[in-house]
């Protein structure tokens, strides 16, 4: 059987498989703009490391409060089934900004900077008359903090910043915050968005919170000292536990990346909890100013605004912390869209988006076409509750990272019910999950014999998705830094969430 006649026979689609109608290879200066439309302002709030649950209304965590996120979902629409197509800062940053996968827009880690050619959607935006502005973390490119092409306003740092004391670069001059981060930035976005203009306008603000190292504002640090935690069911070191998953995640179990040895001992796993939902609650106070300033502005009905995080974090999942891999927490994301115009209040749209629908989607609310050249498509008629025809399927990629060298080269594909997990150059055992019933990822079914069909199938899909992107190739890097791979000593491993956990 060759590969259309697979497909046909399979009932797949390239809509089906998530594929644009662009190959790779040409990027478009110019975009097309779609009849009668008005552009609509457009507030984009990205946070660092947010996993998707991790939000009051969600119910995960029982004494997190996030009392405008929860707004932003009960009046607006919250995409439930939303993931990440590359789990990791940069890549999928990249991806937001260009619509496009890894593998084409070529940022794959969190050294490498972006292609000159690649392009970042506001640059449309500036085309179709819009004032644009960047607030906050970039991340591609890690020693600059130079104003990039898209934007009129721009305040950013180096790097990953850093909470307070943060040196910021504000249209090209150095500047130095002298609040948190999240306050600071918060200040400069409602200051951007006051100004008198005529234009249509779009903000990009870009949390650093809520990475690692976590540093909640003065205010917020030890409001959950002594809450109550409840680790994951897969969390702790037993046999049930690692029984079909693969050698590499108990292995990391004692590396930075795992809770055995969580960055080689400098932090226990209960300050770590609990600093990280502080330091989220910064986040909070954000979207509500950002909400109120457009509120006073008079702009709050017809603003489209949205609240997404880069990437999902494990909190313990199968022993590990951080992102990267495949894993529900890591792959899925926040994301909460707010329009009363638009969008009906308590809005549920369970369909698969990704970070590459982002450009897309925004455009479309400018009054653009998506550019051929990007993967992703707008979901602004899912917002809009109008039925249109959807992918069936996503898909995910992570190349290897010397300085991070515990988790492999991983690509998969995930359906609203399966996901399938494709490691490449480590001899491991692949996975394959029913997250319907399955949601904590506790059995791997990969070599299940009433599975093997569905194997085969979301394999050869996985390459036709690879081939018909221009993705076959490895993308390799050169090393830049050092490695984080020691293994902790075994002492280590006596930390007291152990016992809390038996
Ligand atoms: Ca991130």
């Known amino acids: 059987m060759n590969r259309r006649d697979f497909l046909q026979s399979a009932g797949v689609t390239s809509l089906a498989l998530g594929l644009g109608s662009a190959r790779a290879g040409t990027q478009r200066d110019t975009v097309q703009k779609l009849p009668g439309r008005k552009p609509r302002n457009v507030v984009f709030i990205l946070a660092d490391d947010h996993r998707y649950d991790f939000l009051g209304f969600m119910g995960k965590v029982k004494f997190l409060e996030t009392p405008n996120m929860d707004r932003l979902a009960r009046e607006g629409a919250h995409l439930q089934n939303a993931t990440v197509t590359t789990s990791l800062c940069s890549p999928s940053r990249a ?21 000159p050619d690649v392009v970042f959607f506001p640059r449309y935006l500036q085309q179709l008359g819009y004032e644009t ?99 994951p069911v897969t969390m702790a070191d037993t046999e049930e536990n690692y029984r079909g998953k693969p050698a590499w995640v108990k292995e990391q179990r004692n590396s930075w990346h795992g809770v055995d040895y969580m960055y080689h001992g400098q932090m226990d796993f209960d300050t770590f909890y609990r600093r990280y939902c502080e330091t989220l609650l910064s986040v909070d106070e954000s979207i509500g100013r950002v909400l109120d300033c ?68 925004i455009l479309e609310a400018a009054g653009a076409e998506t550019p051929a050249h990007m993967d992703g498509r707008s979901f602004l008629p899912l917002l809009a509750g109008r039925e249109t025809p959807w992918r069936e399927m996503v898909f995910f990629e992570y190349y290897w990272e010397a300085a991070y060298p515990q988790t492999p080269t991983t690509f998969g594909v995930r359906t609203d019910r399966y996901k399938f997990i494709q490691y490449h150059g480590v001899w491991d055992v692949d996975e394959l999950y029913d997250i319907r019933n399955d949601p904590d990822e506790r059995y791997n079914l990969i070599d299940r014999p009433e599975h093997q069909g569905l194997v085969k199938k979301l394999r050869a899909q996985l390459y036709d998705w690879l081939e018909q992107t221009d993705g076959m190739q490895i993308p390799l890097r050169r090393e ?11 002492e280590v491993k006596k930390l007291q969430y152990h016992d809390k956990n038996q």
């Open 480 to 490: 830049i830094g050092g490695r984080s791979d020691k293994r902790g000593p075994r």
């Open 95 to 115: 991806s937001i900004l260009t619509g496009q996968f890894s593998h084409k827009h070529g940022v794959v880690d969190n050294q490498t900077d972006i292609r």
């Open 294 to 361: 457009l509120k006073e502005m008079g702009q709050l009905d017809s603003t489209l605004v949205f609240y997404m995080g880069d990437n999902g974090f494990c909190f313990g999942e199968h022993g590990l912390i951080d992102k990267r891999h495949m894993y529900e927490p890591s792959m899925r994301v926040p994301l909460l869209a707010y329009c009363p115009e638009l969008i009906k209040p308590g809005t549920k749209v369970p369909q698969l988006v990704q970070n590459i629908d982002i450009a897309p989607t």
């Open 133 to 231: 502005a960047f607030l906050g973390k970039w991340h591609m490119g890690h020693d600059s903090d130079e104003p990039r092409p898209g934007f009129d306003k721009w305040v950013s740092f180096r790097g990953q910043g850093q909470y307070y004391n943060c040196q910021l670069n504000i249209d090209g001059r150095r500047i130095q915050a002298t609040q948190h981060i999240s306050d600071e930035l918060t200040d400069h976005a409602v200051r951007w968005l006051q100004q008198d203009r005529d234009k249509p306008f779009f903000l990009y603000l870009s949390h650093k919170a809520v990475h690692g190292m976590f540093e909640p504002a003065k205010r917020h640090l030890g409001k959950y000292e002594n809450v109550n935690l409840e680790y």
